[in-house]
């Protein structure tokens, strides 16, 4: 993706509730879409990916995207918030080369 | 699947000092990795990417000079970062990419710098 748009820079929830955190590409090619998610002081985990198979795609700890041409979209969500989904999210994106893009990042914040 | 680990992760250095700082892919070769820098609260910067036999190639406003990067093997490159000042104190993590993956990026778990 030529560029990564994560729409809220953080976003709360109540424990139990769905989770979305938006994020918008823009691409000239067929993107490859990712979202990743980062636990204080740690490196990057991959959650899901999507690369031009199926447009909803299942990840980790019961996340699941959607890619949506029509709407240049790659949200993320997750039916139940659990408090250890407090983290910090990237979305990121590359157009067939080795280079990432990454999103400004959405806050998630999971309240008792 | 693919691990990249990072050493060390965690350091603290005077100013004035050079630090350096490893990359390693640990079941797979990876003829590019690349180094970014988080400050806190933020995205990750993308500070360069590193070639394997070849120069690296830095980001604009990236001081080549200064972030030192050597891809001496297929599944090691280091970042020295030389000269440190209190300003260069960051997370620093690393990545390399997968071809067969659609280009998924295995990150470092990263490594804290902190110059006093």
């Known amino acids: 993706a030529q560029s990564v748009t994560q729409l809220d820079s953080h976003v709360s929830v109540s424990e139990g509730t769905p989770v979305l955190l938006r994020c918008n590409y823009s691409?000239?090619?067929?993107?490859?879409l990712f979202w990743y998610v980062q636990h204080p002081n740690k490196g990057l985990q991959l959650l899901l990916k999507?690369?031009?198979?199926?447009?909803l795609v299942k990840g980790i700890n019961g996340f699941e995207a959607e890619f949506k041409k029509s709407e240049t979209s790659f949200h993320l969500t997750k039916p139940s918030a659990h408090m250890s989904d407090a983290a910090e999210y990237f979305c990121?994106?590359?157009?067939?080369?080795?280079?990432?893009?990454f999103g400004a990042g959405t806050r998630l914040f999971v309240k008792a | 699947g693919a691990v990249v680990s990072q050493h060390p992760s965690w350091v603290i250095c005077k100013s004035g000092t050079s630090v350096k700082i490893e990359c390693r892919s640990l079941?797979?070769?990876?003829?590019?990795m690349f180094w970014y820098r988080q400050f806190p609260k933020q995205s990750l910067m993308l500070m360069a990417t590193?070639?394997?036999?070849?120069?690296?190639?830095?980001e604009q406003g990236v001081e080549k000079d200064k972030f030192l990067i050597n891809h001496a093997s297929l599944t090691l490159s280091t970042l020295t970062v030389t000269s440190a000042h209190p300003e260069d104190s960051s997370f620093y993590i690393c990545?390399?990419?997968?071809?067969?993956?659609?280009?998924?990026?295995?990150f470092g778990p990263g490594t804290r710098l902190t110059v006093t």
């Open positions: 990545s390399a990419p997968l071809r067969d993956t659609g280009y998924e990026q295995y």
């Open positions: 691409s000239s090619y067929s993107p490859s």
């Open positions: 999507y690369t031009s198979a199926a447009t």
């Open positions: 990121v994106g590359n157009t067939g080369g080795f280079k990432t893009i």
């Open positions: 079941d797979f070769q990876a003829t590019t």
């Open positions: 590193s070639n394997e036999g070849s120069k690296a190639t830095y």
